[in-house]
């Protein structure tokens, strides 16, 4: 029996199942796809999450994208208000509410307000055209320039890596799980794991459907899941209740948010000795015990932040002291200059190249490899049977179904039966409702192919016109942001290379659950210095902007599609996914701008509080790439890691999917724990400690502990406004 949702809630109860003759039968979800309400609340929710990433952006350039937390929150400001509500809050009402707090909340990564502008604004140097202080009109012009082509480009990737190969992409699986048991989906299983075959398809954890919950005992004949594939397990309905989840939310973000409030009257809890006042004040071995970081640590997990503890010791504990004693790097440690703190950051700049540019390699040569043959093998026949007509196919008017094709080796998921057999299935002629909603009607419309109706796509017209617009706006913002000092033509190129370093940052995220956008930008640094001549007056200031337009087409491209994973298998409309991403982008956009300014206004930067290390990792790479002279010494270390992380980088790619796999040291997480101070390497080590002892040790689920975590870590984010408000207010110390 589904739990109690309240009284206007009602209207949302699923049909009846369906007989074993016309079991599978699948339905549309009913449900308004786009709300104005819905949009407001991810908004409120989106905000939370820009206050959050641009605190913890700053300080260690850690960003995260919340989508669970998100469609937790949004749920929860709608059960509150459910008595009040004029129509049902629906799961795909739900999946709109994540989605723009998604679109907003990247936007202190996507726009390049925690590295790219801060090594802009307060990292270079006079003879590099800098430092060059944006004033507030011009920041909001560049992060517009930046925040849609990305959204619009994602759309087309769409079909390929949703539909036709069924990508993981299991950050947007595990939400669309999360709101499909937050409104009753799979409450009347006890225990079980999803059914891999029918866990991809369009709608096919929307309610209306059949259950795709079975029993682990259960073995279903000609279905065998890849064991590479890590679906969720699904627990007892009792620990999915919304409300408990809610609660330990609430909890755990008031507990981190005193912790904030206390640090800031208290500001030497920041950082314990541990390891006693030489360590500490020598070589910066200290503790920050924010639960935010703990928090991190849990949602990284215990491989990469073991990782990062690895690059900790090495760099921190060994080369950090080599480079002092041997007089490399003569200066205080915490000197980015001429201290043991940049030296090491040449090390770990060459760690992320090499990792980026054999794991990328790997990603683009394999499906080459792979689908080359067999594609050119159809391309010779098609020439040899119709001439050079054979190459361009009849068009069709309007956005056609993904159907399963002679050239398609994934096996059709669709039912037997026959779509023109379907009951009350309008034709899409007929069907000219407002595109964004789907009204409640007196039966549920039947709808039983691979991909959404074709009212609900994203038309091909809108995305035709919208690429097009988008790169203009970015072209002009860059250029009227920064005038001559960024040649046109190079601005042009960045966005043609972000749309295809998009495509390899989409396929990581939906194979391993990670966006490489670190790597992909210092990938596009690493072209610039080819094209663009050292001799440039700008030539880093064009490699910093480079680097900036493809980490921001590439994060927004990921993210728009992990959301679109989750609401194709929820049944949301990717039209009015669409649209909502684009509104929170905007909104995130400038407001992103204005709490930037905010925080760097208040607070000293690069300071103690926000070291900005992304930012000088950016500075750094760009001086590298384009020629500049490398510390003493610091280039045979240099070269030196990065073949040894790239050797890594090939065994890692090869191991996927294999026990050993988290052995192997990852070469970004490595280079994260160098270039940060070991104070927040080792609060996330401490989280990552716990995340193993709950889900190894206590055989427990991940639900409870990704919202302990997410709670830590949107209590500290949200609380610092205050400390912010305190420190403008010059409220003192204690």
């Known amino acids: 029996m589904a739990p109690d949702r309240g009284s206007s809630y009602?209207?949302?109860?699923?049909?009846?199942?369906?007989?074993?003759?016309?079991?599978?039968?699948?339905?549309?979800?009913?449900?308004?796809?786009f709300t104005f309400r819905g949009v407001a609340a991810g908004l409120f929710v989106g905000l939370i999450l820009v206050c959050s990433n641009m605190y913890f952006g700053l300080q260690t350039g850690w960003v995260s994208m919340m989508t669970m937390p998100a469609s937790l929150l949004g749920f929860g400001i709608f059960k509150v208000l459910s008595r009040h509500l004029a129509f049902p809050f629906s799961p795909v009402e739900n999946v709109l509410v994540q989605s723009v707090a998604g679109g907003m909340g990247i936007m202190p990564l996507g726009c390049g307000f925690v590295g790219v502008l801060p090594a802009m604004e307060y990292l270079l140097k006079r003879e590099e055209q800098g430092p060059i202080h944006l004033p507030m009109w011009k920041l909001i012009i560049w992060s517009l320039g930046l925040c849609y082509f990305g959204v619009v480009f994602a759309v087309p990737l769409r079909r390929q890596v949703i539909i036709r190969e069924q990508l993981k992409f299991p950050s947007g699986f595990s939400t669309a799980v999360l709101i499909g048991v937050l409104h009753g989906k799979g409450d009347t299983q006890n225990s079980g794991t999803l059914n891999?075959?029918?866990?991809?398809?369009?709608?096919?954890?929307?309610l209306?459907?059949?259950?795709?919950?079975?029993?682990?005992?259960?073995?279903?004949?000609?279905?065998?899941?890849?064991?590479?594939?890590?679906?969720?397990?699904?627990?007892?309905?009792?620990?999915?209740?919304w409300s408990s989840n809610i609660r330990l939310l609430l909890i755990s973000f008031g507990i981190s948010g005193v912790y904030t409030l206390c640090t800031y009257f208290f500001p030497v809890i920041r950082n314990l000795p541990i390891f006693g006042t030489v360590a500490a004040d020598t070589w910066l071995w200290t503790l920050n015990p924010s639960l935010a970081y703990v928090g991190q640590g849990i949602i990284m997990g215990p491989s990469t932040t073991i990782h990062m503890l690895l690059g900790a010791v090495v760099g921190w504990g060994i080369l950090s002291p080599i480079s002092k004693y041997r007089g490399w790097a003569p200066g205080p440690t915490d000197d980015w200059e001429i201290g043991s703190k940049g030296w090491i950051v040449w090390t770990s700049l060459a760690i992320m190249l090499a990792d980026a540019i054999v794991s990328l390699g790997f990603m683009t040569l394999t499906p080459l490899i792979k689908h080359g043959p067999s594609f050119f093998a159809t391309f010779k026949r098609q020439v040899q049977q119709d001439g050079l007509k054979g190459l361009f196919p009849r068009r069709f008017d309007g956005y056609m179904p993904v159907r399963a094709s002679e050239d398609d080796s994934r096996p059709s998921t669709r039912g037997s039966q026959d779509v023109g057999d379907l009951p009350n299935l309008p034709s899409p002629s007929a069907e000219r409702r407002n595109p964004f909603e789907s009204q409640p009607v007196s039966s549920p419309r039947v709808w039983d192919q691979d991909d959404a109706p074709p009212e609900q796509l994203v038309g091909n017209k809108t995305v035709s016109i919208g690429l097009v617009v988008s790169v203009l706006i970015c072209v002009a913002c860059i250029h009227i942001t920064f005038g001559n000092l960024v040649p046109l033509y190079a601005t042009i190129i960045a966005v043609l290379m972000a749309m295809l370093l998009s495509i390899m940052g989409v396929r990581a995220l939906g194979e391993t659950d990670l966006n490489p956008v670190s790597g992909i930008s210092k990938l596009a640094q690493l072209f610039f210095a080819l094209i663009i001549p050292q001799t440039h007056k700008s030539s880093v200031l064009i490699n910093l902007v480079a680097g900036a337009v493809s980490e921001a087409g590439a994060l927004q491209a990921g993210d728009l599609m992990q959301d679109l994973k989750t609401g194709h298998l929820l049944g949301a409309a990717p039209k009015a996914q669409f649209w909502g991403q684009m509104i929170g982008a905007t909104v995130g956009a400038v407001t992103s701008a204005l709490i930037y300014r905010l925080y760097t206004t208040v607070y000293e930067v690069p300071g103690e509080l926000f070291q900005v290390p992304t930012a000088v990792v950016w500075i750094f790479t760009a001086r590298l790439v384009t020629g500049k002279g490398l510390p003493y010494m610091a280039r045979e270390f240099a070269i030196g890691a990065a073949i040894i992380f790239g050797v890594f980088a090939a065994l890692r790619t090869k191991a996927i999917g294999k026990n050993w796999h988290a052995y192997i040291p990852g070469g970004i997480?490595?280079?994260?724990?160098?270039?940060?101070?070991?104070?927040?390497?080792?609060?996330?080590?401490?989280?990552?400690?716990?995340?193993?002892?709950?889900?190894?040790h206590l055989k427990k689920g991940d639900t409870p502990l990704i919202v302990l975590a997410s709670g830590f870590i949107l209590g500290e984010g949200f609380l610092s406004i205050v400390n912010l408000l305190m420190q403008s207010a010059h409220v003192p110390h204690l």
Do not use: C
Not at 12 to 32: I, M, T
Not at 229 to 238: M, N, Y
């Open 208 to 241: 209306e459907n059949r259950p795709l919950v079975q029993d682990e005992d259960t073995n279903v004949e000609g279905v065998m899941a890849d064991p590479d594939v890590d679906l969720p397990h699904v627990e007892p309905a009792k620990a999915f209740s």
């Open 669 to 696: 997480a490595v280079a994260v724990g160098m270039y940060n101070v070991p104070s927040f390497t080792l609060a996330r080590t401490i989280g990552g400690l716990v995340n193993w002892y709950w889900r190894v």
């Open 10 to 33: 009602e209207q949302l109860a699923p049909p009846p199942y369906q007989s074993e003759a016309s079991e599978d039968v699948k339905y549309l979800p009913e449900g308004r796809q």
């Open 196 to 206: 891999p075959s029918k866990a991809a398809t369009f709608g096919s954890l929307a």
